[in-house]
Nanobody, 124 residues
Framework: QVQLVESGGGLVQAGGSLRLSCAAS???????MGWFRQAPGKEHEIVAA????????YYGGFVKGRFTISRERAKNTVYLQMDSLKPEDTAVYYC??????????????????WGQGTQVTVSS
């Protein structure tokens, strides 16, 4: 089992920045990690994903260079640096993990473990 705890969400003005963190604990292993988000009334969508090695990274199409995913394996932590935030980025952001299989997983059902989510609100 893997437990994921997100932090770093909050309220920010449009154009501002936030850095989300996801700390993993539990069964040691080589995990690919991802960030998803869900806005009110909308489906989950992939924000970014990264393999265990960090060698393969995926970003959702709406990111357009504004967000950066990274990880510190020694700390079992993955980060999502979000810059140039827009009101439409308002959502609950979730961290997810799965055993690494060589590429960054992009589909929700590819992930085995999920965090509780952290709210990000961007005001206009």
């Amino acid at each position: 089992q893997v437990q994921l705890v997100e932090s770093g969400g909050g309220l920010v003005q449009a154009g501002g920045s936030l850095r989300l963190s996801c700390a993993a604990s539990g069964t040691p292993g080589t995990y690919a990690m991802g960030w998803f988000r869900q806005a009110p009334g909308k489906e989950h969508e992939i924000v970014a994903a990264i393999t265990w090695s960090g060698g393969n990274i995926y970003y959702g199409g709406f990111v357009k260079g504004r967000f950066t995913i990274s990880r510190e394996r020694a700390k079992n932590t993955v980060y999502l640096q979000m810059d140039s935030l827009k009101p439409e980025d308002t959502a609950v952001y979730y961290c997810a993990a799965r055993w690494d299989f060589g590429r960054a997983p992009t589909a929700r059902d590819e992930y085995q473990y999920w965090g509780q989510g952290t709210q990000v609100t961007v005001s206009s």
